[in-house]
């Protein structure tokens, strides 16, 4: 079983950064891609950014494009999001998530994703 294990998250002013962690373990822990979705009160969980393990592709909302960038480090089997220039309207809980085989769809959708982590809360105060 694996599990993801997110940090970083904190109360953050307006204009400011925040770096989420993301650390993966279990047993053989190789899947197709990790990510990060989002979800603030009364709202629906949102796509943030995904990064394919293998290559290193990445892809992001439009809401966070430019702002976010999301990396991994294989050996460590970790996966990061550097959000800067972060609003009031990014405030949410993040989560980690990983998919662990290719999936012809769409990436946007909670359902692809096997795991998920306990989330971290990001508040960003204006």
């Known amino acids: 079983q694996v599990q993801l294990a997110e940090s970083g998250g904190g109360l953050v002013q307006a204009g400011g950064s925040l770096r989420l962690s993301c650390a993966a373990s279990g047993r053989t822990f190789s899947p197709h891609s990790m990510g990060w979705f989002r979800q603030a009160p009364g709202k629906a969980r949102e796509f943030v950014s995904r990064i394919r393990w293998n290559g290193g592709s990445t892809y992001y909302a439009d809401s966070v494009k430019g702002r976010f960038t999301i990396s991994r480090d294989n050996a460590k089997n970790t996966v990061y999001l550097q959000m800067n220039s972060l609003k009031p309207e990014d405030t949410a809980v993040y989560y980690c998530?990983?998919?662990?085989?290719?999936?012809?769809?769409?990436?946007?959708?909670?359902?692809?994703?096997?795991?998920w982590g306990q989330g971290t809360q990001v508040t960003v105060s204006s």
């Open positions: 998530v990983a998919a662990k085989a290719y999936y012809s769809g769409s990436y946007q959708y909670p359902e692809v994703y096997d795991f």
